[in-house]
């Protein structure tokens, strides 16, 4: 259900790697996006209505608008910057579930498309977060991360 085809093959390989990347060289802001990317990843297909061809997911919908919703959490609380560009990119995602919803034509594989290679911008925003986040400065003995 979750991997059928090369694309979501190719999907889980680098949500595996920004997260495992995040859990290792990341702080708290990366490893709770980290934990929610992973969450949604695997509830969408769950969530996902095989019946329905036409219009927007609902279930896929409210999967990705409480990823938004966590980012969103993140970039106004956290003193990181990627947290704002995932936010964003995860912010068009949101957008593109309603552009399904008010025209009903749009095609399936174009939806589908569309939500997949924002997906892998909101991935790349938590990479590069991770990665900055095992270069900077370990904070010095009393100081707060």
């Known amino acids: 259900m979750y991997v059928q085809t090369p694309d ?10 920004c997260c495992g990347l995040a859990v290792w060289r990341g702080r708290w802001v990366e490893r709770i996006a980290a934990m929610a990317m992973a969450m949604a990843w695997f509830a ?16 896929v919908f409210v999967v990705d608008l409480s990823l938004l919703l966590v980012l969103l959490y993140l970039a106004l ?17 949101a957008l593109i579930h309603l552009a399904a919803a008010i025209d009903r034509q749009i095609f399936p594989r174009a939806y589908y498309v569309a939500g997949s290679l ?11 977060g991770a990665w900055n986040a095992g270069r900077r400065a370990k904070p010095a003995p009393g100081e707060f991360a």
Do not use: K, N
């Open 44 to 59: 969408s297909p769950l969530m996902q209505d095989a019946q329905q061809t036409l219009g927007v997911q609902s279930g």
């Open 8 to 17: 979501q093959l190719f999907s889980l390989a680098m949500l595996l790697a």
């Open 77 to 93: 609380t956290a003193d990181r910057w990627w947290t704002m560009a995932a936010t964003a990119f995860q912010g068009v995602t």
């Open 118 to 128: 924002i997906s892998y911008l909101v991935m790349g925003a938590l990479l590069v």
